[in-house]
């Protein structure tokens, strides 16, 4: 049974950071490219951070946090992390972990987490 769980939310006043994690059990970690996804109150899913692979040569960010959050993973404990510093408010929302399949055996398998809170405020 796969299963993919966000960790290390919480509240956080501007400017300062937090470190999201997401473990992934039950799937061959490194044939999934993952990704971070945050949704805001009233507002569409968005990606956030995201590899295109299932190593870690090559990510993509959204253009409002470049150069604020880093993605990173290690596929040796098939986690997951995004790092966030200089947290503006706007940052606020629910941050969802996505596994995407990108082999010849997982092509077409998308895994999601529950989520986890991101609060940005003073």
């Known amino acids: 049974q796969v299963q993919v769980a966000e960790s290390g939310g919480g509240s956080v006043q501007p400017g300062g950071s937090l470190r999201l994690s997401c473990a992934a059990s039950?799937?061959?970690?490194?044939?999934?490219?993952m990704s971070w996804y945050r949704q805001a109150p009233g507002k569409k899913r968005e990606l956030v951070a995201g590899?295109?692979?299932?190593?870690?040569?090559?990510?993509n960010y959204a253009d409002s946090v470049k150069g604020r959050f880093t993605i990173s993973r290690d596929n040796a404990k098939n986690t997951v992390y995004l790092q966030m510093n200089s947290l503006k408010p706007e940052d606020t929302a629910v941050y969802y972990c996505?596994?995407?399949?990108?082999?010849?055996?997982?092509?077409?398998?998308?895994?999601w987490g529950k989520g986890t809170l991101v609060t940005v405020s003073s």
């Open positions: 996505n596994a995407l399949g990108v082999s010849s055996t997982s092509w077409g398998l998308d895994y």
């Open positions: 039950g799937l061959t970690f490194s044939s999934y490219a």
């Open positions: 590899f295109t692979s299932g190593g870690s040569s090559s990510a």
